[in-house]
């Protein structure tokens, strides 16, 4: 893990300002799937109710589940995980939250930036690429107005939504293991594996569920080289946000998220796919993280974000060490 760098170790040098001993994390991963759960399930049901209340029949449930309040429900219960997380923080660890972000708490905006436009482009490349393979991606119902108007909103959200998975699975995770265990294997490989997972969907086959868990814990797993090489959330932010506003807002395969879509993708796994043609639309989006993950941390690339990322570690680095010196390490501290 020492290998990593000294922009890396800035960023795990944060962990030092708190308390870190594994009861701690255990405590806090804890209360945060609980609460997460618990917040999500009293937004749902409050949407659910107020639905009810105009139509008190299954029509204005399901006219309900159909509907963009929906999608705003799911990216708000996926969003609680950022204060939950954040609270988890301040209370079992004794620090900032602020210090999950970046050195000295703070979010590089030019790398979640950068990141975010070379990923949109990628991004939609790949899409080029595969609608002129396949061209299963029809218009939705959705009136280009009306999905211009709520797109402010649902951008927000899904800024949300994508900033709490990277702050708990990126940031929190990774920070607090990394501290501890040496082996990548275990701070990456462990919250890679864990987001993947998060993913399972139990409607598909099982060889579906594999490839989809599969590629998202590779998706984690770059998102996380962004964090080792900048010491910061904001490039693996701008990834994550480019990645879910393209497939959520813009094109949307999930079944939730259709109704503030402006144009429909159906499944991968569905029926009218031609073999070579499903093979080659998925690979290409699978290397698209992967290429966008490439032209951000290439030294070569024009697009690199690493530079300067040295200089913004260091003040908070030093700050960090003088508070372990003073406070004799706090690794072994219960």
């Given amino acids: 893990m020492r290998s ?28 945060i799937a609980s609460s997460t759960f618990f917040v999500s399930l009293i937004i749902m049901l409050v949407a659910g109710l107020a ?18 309040a929906l999608a705003a429900c799911m990216l708000l219960a996926i969003g ?5 997380t954040a609270i988890a923080v301040y209370v079992f660890h004794r620090r900032n939250p602020t ?32 609608l002129a393979i396949s061209p299963r991606i029809e218009r939705s119902s959705l009136a280009f107005g009306g999905w211009l108007l709520q797109a402010p909103l649902f951008g927000g959200l899904i800024l949300l939504q994508s900033a709490a998975e990277e702050y708990l699975f990126r940031g929190y995770l990774v920070q607090t293991l990394a501290r501890r265990f040496g082996n990548p294997i275990v701070w990456c490989g462990a919250p890679a594996t864990l987001f993947g997972l998060m993913h399972w969907n ?47 807002l813009i094109i949307s395969e999930p079944a939730w998220s259709r109704p503030i879509a402006l144009y429909l993708s159906p ?7 031609a073999t070579p043609s499903a093979l080659i639309v998925g690979a290409l989006s699978l290397a698209a993280i992967p290429v966008a993950t490439t032209l ?11 530079s300067g990322a040295q200089a913004l570690a260091r003040p908070a680095q030093a700050g960090a060490h003088a508070v372990q010196e003073r406070e004799g390490g706090t690794l072994a501290e219960l």
Avoid at 10 to 15: I, Q
């Fill in 4 to 31: 990593t760098g000294s922009i890396f170790e800035a960023y795990l040098d944060e962990a030092a300002r708190g308390r870190e001993s594994l009861w701690r994390l255990a405590a806090a991963s804890l209360f």
């Fill in 51 to 68: 639905a009810l209340a105009e139509d008190r029949s299954v029509n204005g449930l399901r006219t309900w589940m159909e509907s963009p």
């Fill in 80 to 84: 609680a995980v950022l204060p939950m």
């Fill in 99 to 130: 210090g999950v972000l970046g050195p000295g708490g703070r979010l590089s905006w030019r790398q979640f930036a950068r990141a975010f436009a070379i990923t949109a482009v990628v991004i939609a490349t790949v899409n080029a690429v595969g």
């Fill in 202 to 248: 139990p409607s598909l086959n099982s060889a579906m569920n594999v490839g989809t868990t599969t590629a998202m814990a590779l998706f984690a797993v770059a998102a996380t080289l962004l964090v080792v090489r900048t010491g910061n959330l904001g490039a693996s932010i701008g990834l994550h946000f480019a990645n879910n506003l393209v497939y959520l």
């Fill in 267 to 273: 499944a991968i796994a569905s029926e009218g796919w």
């Fill in 296 to 306: 951000l941390l290439h030294r070569r690339s024009p697009f690199n974000i690493t």
